[in-house]
């Protein structure tokens, strides 16, 4: 993020350095309108970057990153800082992104309740080395729990 500018001047800068037409960023913005609060007019070129939460911060970089529609998305702690409703739409807004655009999406996080729901794929990597490599169902993360700890855990209410 660049402190310094407005969210809609960063938005503006993502989408000219990939090429988006400027009238094409303004729509592809409203699509995240339940996301990130989109300021006002008026209030576009009052608040910077800087002077937003952590959790809008963090809405404001994902769009930034989602809203050019990539081929590949890396995103490290995408889930960190937002409010659960923030949670589940980013995840709606993942899986969309990979449903509509084919964009393979690689989640570098802790947070393995919300890597399962959006992932079709999970690998668990401690000091370089692979702890765990599947495919994701119902039951992986009783499986990870299961292979990290040593000992069964009761299956996860889901």
Do not use: C
């Amino acid at each position: 993020l660049i402190p310094f500018l407005t969210p809609w001047e960063f938005w503006q800068f993502v989408g000219d350095a990939y090429g988006v037409p400027r009238e094409e960023q303004r729509l592809r913005l409203y699509e995240f309108a339940d996301f990130v609060e989109l300021p006002s007019h008026v209030q576009r070129k009052k608040k910077f970057i800087r002077d937003f939460s952590q959790g809008q911060r963090k809405k404001i970089g994902l769009v930034a990153a989602i809203m050019v529609r990539p081929r590949r998305l890396v995103l490290d702690e995408p889930f960190t800082h937002l409010d659960p409703r923030s949670r589940a739409r980013f995840e709606e807004l993942v899986l969309s992104l990979h449903a509509s655009h084919g964009t393979a999406t690689v989640i570098s996080s802790h947070d393995l309740e919300h890597v399962v729901d959006v992932s079709d794929r999970v690998l668990l990597i401690e000091e370089g080395r692979i702890l765990f490599d599947g495919s994701v169902d119902r039951n992986t993360l009783h499986v990870i729990r299961t292979h990290l700890t040593g000992r069964p855990l009761p299956p996860a209410s889901r």
